[in-house]
């Protein structure tokens, strides 16, 4: 990772950890929401620990992003991109907020008309996924992992590095790449 990558992750750590210290006590609203995504993660099949690790990775996640969580295992970063995480022991990522939620997570896991970028090579690990014409700046998001751009057919996407320049162009959707190395990469546009 690069040395300027790291100051601003580590930057970003410190705003969280300051914020978290003058946060106002949970409102009756996020009590009963923290309640419905429990309530999700069990009626996916998920233990009890489980369904309280799953809470743990994605508090861990919203402390260094803008964003809310939208389901037991998603997260709505401000910049429109919703970010998936997996589910404790497993693999791949799978929707928790659908009846879906409850059949096996599956490999390459992304939406129509999305640009899915992952955490680990072979579309596996935490999945961020893209859909505004716009963009996104990366966070945290570096080593070797891998995407699929399952956009409209044709549709290319771009990695730029810090400057914004543009580094490397994918080829035409439908494409996958079992391993890229997202380190140099600061911002992304799946079109």
């Given at each position: 990772?690069?040395?300027?990558?790291?100051y601003a992750s580590?930057?970003?750590?410190?705003?969280?950890?300051?914020?978290?210290?003058?946060?106002?006590?949970?409102?009756?609203?996020?009590?009963?929401?923290?309640?419905?995504?429990?309530?999700?993660?069990?009626?996916?099949?998920?233990?009890?620990?489980?369904?309280?690790?799953?809470q743990t990775k994605?508090?861990?996640?919203?402390?260094?992003?803008?964003?809310?969580?939208?389901?037991?295992?998603?997260?709505?970063?401000?910049?429109?991109?919703?970010?998936?995480?997996?589910?404790?022991?497993?693999?791949?990522?799978?929707?928790?907020?659908?009846?879906?939620?409850?059949?096996?997570?599956?490999?390459?896991?992304?939406?129509?008309?999305?640009?899915?970028?992952?955490?680990?090579?072979?579309?596996?690990?935490?999945?961020?996924?893209?859909?505004?014409?716009?963009?996104?700046?990366?966070?945290?998001?570096?080593?070797?992992?891998?995407?699929?751009?399952?956009?409209?057919?044709?549709?290319?996407?771009?990695?730029?590095?810090?400057?914004?320049?543009?580094?490397?162009?994918t080829p035409a959707?439908?494409?996958?790449?079992?391993?890229?190395?997202?380190?140099?990469?600061?911002?992304?546009?799946?079109?």
């Open positions: 990772m690069s040395l300027l990558k790291r580590l930057a970003a750590a410190v705003v969280a950890v300051l914020s978290v210290g003058l946060a106002v006590p949970a409102s009756a609203e996020t009590t009963r929401t923290q309640a419905a995504f429990g309530e999700q993660a069990r009626a996916a099949g998920l233990s009890q620990d489980d369904a309280k690790a799953l994605v508090d861990r996640y919203l402390a260094r992003h803008h964003g809310r969580q939208v389901a037991a295992n998603e997260i709505a970063l401000g910049d429109g991109a919703t970010l998936t995480v997996t589910v404790p022991g497993e693999k791949y990522v799978r929707e928790l907020s659908t009846s879906a939620g409850t059949r096996a997570a599956a490999q390459w896991e992304c939406d129509q008309d999305y640009f899915c970028m992952y955490r680990q090579q072979l579309g596996m690990g935490d999945r961020l996924a893209l859909y505004y014409c716009q963009d996104y700046a990366l966070q945290d998001w570096t080593g070797e992992g891998s995407y699929y751009n399952l956009q409209t057919r044709g549709t290319q996407a771009q990695f730029k590095n810090r400057n914004r320049t543009v580094i490397h162009t959707a439908p494409y996958g790449d079992p391993s890229y190395d997202w380190t140099p990469v600061w911002f992304v546009r799946p079109c």
